[in-house]
């Protein structure tokens, strides 16, 4: 029986959207042991500075930071290993086939368990903005905010 508070982890990349323009998503599942896994479903995971790289056809997330299980004793994982992403041979061909391209690169966005319990992650097919981009999504974010305050009242 899955209890509702494991379905509810989300954890966000917030920063990936204000340092990047998403041009493709992807939901990929995720090469886990088993405290990571238990460290996950209590929310202790980290997606700040991570970033996925092809390694002999298979692609990788590196510095994705799951916190030590606090009772694995000597089973625990590193915190900060490399792990495999699971996806299609097609999506994978067609993912490195972009990304090799200058200015693209695979960001994962958010870390989730689905509805039978597996982790899964959202990784974006993204390319840089510049500096002058991400001061307009900051002005176009502040005008949202002003037009809501505007309505409420």
Request: hydrophobic share 35%; proline share 1%; net charge positive.
């Amino acid at each position: 029986m899955k209890t509702t508070a494991s379905t509810n982890i989300n954890i966000k990349n917030k920063r990936a959207s204000f340092d990047y323009e998403f041009i493709d998503t992807y939901t990929a599942g995720i090469v886990l042991t088993g405290t990571e896994i238990k460290s996950i479903r209590q929310g202790k995971a980290s997606l700040v500075d991570t970033f996925c790289f092809f390694s002999r056809g298979e692609l990788w997330v590196k510095n994705m930071h799951i916190a030590e299980y606090f009772y694995g004793s000597y089973n625990n994982h590193a915190a900060r290993r490399d792990r495999k992403l699971l996806l299609t041979k097609k999506e994978l061909r067609k993912l490195q086939r972009t990304s090799d391209e200058p200015g693209f690169t695979i960001v994962p966005t958010r870390l989730f368990i689905n509805e039978r319990g597996l982790a899964k992650v959202v990784i974006a097919l993204a390319k840089g903005k510049k500096q002058y981009d991400k001061r307009q999504t900051l002005k176009e974010k502040e005008d949202r905010r002003m037009m809501d305050r505007m309505f409420k009242r």
